[in-house]
């Protein structure tokens, strides 16, 4: 079993409507948890990082983590062209090491116009 | 803002040859990572340095070494560079207790 999950799509969704990225991970004792978005040809960019159950919002973006079921989603409101990107979830777990992250293959998103 | 730099963005080598890859952060970081970036098997932690002088082993770093003399800087060797070592390779650097690490551009690397 993979530590970090991620479907790798393609995912396809209409321009205005939810992109839903999901995540799972292996280590229940993983405390912090993170969204990157990367270009093609470029390296990734944090988007979202999330430690506590729940949600958390930011402008379109909004991570939610569950850590009884080890899932974290990330959901992209009225997307965008400019949001299609490979999505990269990265854990930082108990027994990972201190601040090094591990992270899923990642989803690649395609919204259309 | 934070700032990681690598010293090429495209570098072609021949096998057997010795590759430098070098990283430089300027924001005083302690952390600094490299990583690999392949299609279908994401990034993968090749070495990391918590300090000058130390380093660790991530999960891929055979046939990679790495130097860190000064804390801005951190060096990925390849010693006898091999076709498996065509990638695009990520450095990264970020101060502890912060929430992320920060990415250089990357350097994709091409080995004949």
């Known amino acids: 079993q993979k530590e970090v999950e991620q479907n790798s799509g393609p995912l396809s969704v209409p321009e205005g409507a939810i992109a839903s990225l999901n995540c799972t991970y292996s280590?229940?004792?993983?405390?912090?948890f993170f969204w990157y978005r990367q270009y093609s040809g470029k390296s990734p960019e944090l988007i979202m990082f999330?430690?506590?159950?729940g949600d958390k919002e930011d402008g379109r973006f909004t991570a939610q983590l569950n850590k009884a079921s080890q899932y974290v989603s990330l959901l992209i409101r009225d997307s965008q062209p400019s949001d299609s990107a490979t999505y990269l979830c990265a854990v930082i777990g108990a027994n990972f090491g201190n601040e090094k992250l591990t992270f899923g293959t990642g989803t690649r998103l395609t919204i259309i116009p | 803002d934070v700032k990681v730099t690598q010293s090429s963005r495209y570098l072609v080598k021949r096998t057997g040859e010795k590759v430098f890859l070098e990283c430089v952060q300027d924001?005083?970081?302690?952390?600094m990572f490299w990583y690999r970036q392949d299609p279908g098997l994401g990034l993968r932690l090749i070495y990391f340095s918590y300090d000058v002088k130390m380093k660790e082993k991530g999960d891929i770093p055979e046939g990679y070494s790495v130097s860190r003399e000064k804390k801005e800087r951190f060096s990925l060797i390849l010693e006898s560079a091999s076709t498996n070592q065509t990638s695009m390779y990520l450095c990264a650097s970020f101060l502890a207790g912060a929430d992320t690490q920060y990415f250089g551009p990357g350097t994709r690397l091409t080995v004949l």
């Open positions: 999330i430690y506590s159950n």
């Open positions: 924001m005083d970081h302690e952390n």
């Open positions: 280590d229940r004792g993983s405390q912090s």
